[in-house]
């Protein structure tokens, strides 16, 4: 939310907010509209455009069953997600985890493969 207590797409200014979405403010996001599968968040402890309180807002304001996890890394910032040099083992390895399971799932779901195509 960096500036106000909104959880809005990038404000342009009145100008080119018009441009880009034909409104002069920045629309919102209607966080309790999100749905579709599992999700989990992860950020950094160090993160100061994903703080705790904005996070817990994110939590709060999502439909119930969608996020089904939440983890907080140590010593991360915002950057740390694509440059860490310790991403691989702090971050990469678990979102492929979940990746793997969700594809599984559709797949299974889907019956376009058996449960045991995956292991």
């Known amino acids: 939310m960096c500036i106000r207590d909104r959880f809005q797409m990038h404000d342009f200014g009145s ?7 034909n ?6 996001y209607n966080l309790t509209a999100m749905s579709g599968p599992n ?3 992860f950020y950094g402890a160090e993160d ?3 703080d705790p309180t904005d996070v817990a807002r994110i939590i ?7 996020i089904t996890g939440v983890e907080v890394i ?16 702090m971050l990469y390895g678990k ?3 979940l990746l793997r399971q969700a594809a599984k799932n559709a797949a299974v779901r889907d019956r376009k493969a058996p449960p ?3 292991n």
């Open 39 to 41: 999700t989990t968040i």
């Open 95 to 97: 979102v492929a985890v």
């Open 15 to 21: 100008s080119l907010n018009n441009y880009y979405y």
């Open 60 to 66: 709060d304001e999502v439909p119930k069953g969608v």
């Open 48 to 50: 100061t455009l994903a």
């Open 74 to 89: 140590p010593g991360y910032a915002h950057l740390d997600f694509v440059w860490g040099l310790d991403a691989f083992d």
């Open 116 to 118: 045991h195509f995956f």
């Open 23 to 28: 409104q002069s403010s920045a629309p919102e």
